[in-house]
C-alpha cells in the first residue's frame, strides 16, 4: 500500500494579540521584540497560504507538522493554532516546537488545545497516527529555555513509550515515521538551540528501529542520518518563509511518498519551495530504500 506523507514545520502562525500582563516574561518580551524588528518581516501570511495550497493539491494521505505553530506560546496563538489545524481536511500529526513552549505554563493552556486536532494526547505521551501501512509516532523535545536559548529536551517517559511504539509497529511491519522539532544530530543548530539528552535519543532509535525521522526547527531543508545508523533524518524549511533569491531557506514542504515493494520501503521525498513567482517547485529530490520487516527476518 501506498502513502503520501506532508511535512511541514515552523509556520509561526501571525502575531494578532498583544499577550496580556500576567503573560508577560522576559523571554517573551526578547522574543516579541525580535518578532516587530525581524522574525514579521520573514514570516509572512502569503508565503504559508501558497504552501497549504500546494499541500492541498498535491491529494497527501496526512499531515506531519514539527512544531512552532507559534511565536511566543501564548495561550490565545495556541487558539489560533487550534483553529488554523481544525480547518485542515487530512489526518494530522502536531508536535510543539520551542516557541510554542517558550516559558514554564500549564500543558493545557498551550499545546495541550491541540489534542483534538491532531495533538499529543498529553505532555508526557507521543502522538500516533497510522495511515495505511505507515505509523506517525511523534514526540517533544519543547521544554522552557533560558533568554536567548532555543534548546530541547524529550523525556525519559516519552522515549520509553516512543520506543513501546516503535517495537509494537515494528512488529506489524509497518514504515515508522518519527516526528521530533529539534534536530537529532549534532551540528545543525547552533549549541545553543540544539537538543539535549541527544545521545539516549539516538540510541533508543538505534535500538527500537525506525524508517525515518522528520523535523523541523533549523528552518533548512537537509538530508542526514542518525549517527551510527543508516536511519534517515530529514529537515524542513519553515512553512512561512519569504522567498528570496534562493530556494534554500525559501517556505516549503517536503512530499514524501512511501510505496511498499518487498523486500523494502520505496521512499521518495519532493523538497517543495516557494519562488518569487508565487510558486512552489520542486528543489531538490531525494530517493531511498528502507528494508522492510519481512527482508530482515
Known amino acids: 500500500m501506498s502513502a503520501v506523507l506532508a511535512h511541514l514545520s515552523d509556520p509561526h502562525l501571525p502575531l494578532e494579540i498583544v499577550p496580556s500582563r500576567r503573560e508577560w516574561a522576559i523571554k517573551r518580551i526578547i522574543s516579541m521584540i525580535s518578532w516587530r524588528f525581524n522574525r514579521r518581516h520573514i514570516h509572512r501570511t502569503g508565503a504559508l497560504a501558497a504552501v497549504m495550497r500546494d499541500i492541498e493539491a498535491c491529494g497527501a494521505d496526512a499531515l506531519a507538522i514539527t512544531g512552532d505553530l507559534t511565536n511566543l506560546g501564548t495561550h490565545e496563538e495556541c487558539l489560533a493554532a487550534t483553529r488554523w489545524l481544525d480547518r485542515m481536511t487530512q489526518p494530522r500529526a502536531v508536535i510543539p516546537g520551542n516557541h510554542d513552549t517558550m516559558i514554564r505554563a500549564a500543558w493545557s493552556d498551550g499545546p495541550g ?35 536567548f536559548f532555543a534548546s530541547g529536551r524529550v523525556s525519559d ?25 529539534h534536530p537529532p544530530r549534532k551540528g545543525m543548530v547552533l549549541w545553543s538551540k540544539a537538543l539535549r539528552g541527544l545521545d539516549r535519543f539516538t540510541d533508543a532509535l ?48 517536503n512530499r514524501i511518498s512511501i510505496h511498499k515493494e518487498a523486500p523494502s520501503w520505496q521512499i521518495t521525498v519532493n523538497s517543495r519551495r516557494l519562488a518569487p513567482d508565487g510558486q512552489l517547485h520542486d528543489f531538490r529530490t531525494t530517493r531511498f530504500t528502507r528494508p522492510t520487516k519481512e527482508s530482515v527476518l
Do not use: Y
Open 113 to 147: 488545545l491541540w489534542r483534538d486536532v491532531g495533538g499529543m494526547p498529553n505532555e508526557a505521551t507521543p502522538v500516533f497516527l497510522r495511515v495505511g501501512d505507515v505509523a506517525l509516532i511523534g514526540v517533544s523535545s519543547a521544554v522552557p529555555s533560558p533568554p
Open 157 to 181: 517517559i516519552q522515549i520509553d513509550r516512543m520506543v513501546e511504539l516503535l517495537r509494537l509497529t515494528g512488529e506489524q511491519g509497518l514504515c515508522r515515521v518519527v516526528m521530533i522539532h
Open 206 to 253: 538505534r535500538s527500537a528501529g525506525a524508517e525515518m525521522v522528520l523535523h523541523g526547527h533549523s528552518h533548512q531543508g537537509t538530508f542526514s542520518t542518525i549517527p551510527g545508523s543508516d536511519i534517515p533524518v530529514i529537515g524542513v524549511t519553515s512553512a512561512s518563509h519569504r522567498p528570496g533569491h534562493s530556494l534554500k531557506r525559501a517556505a516549503g514542504w
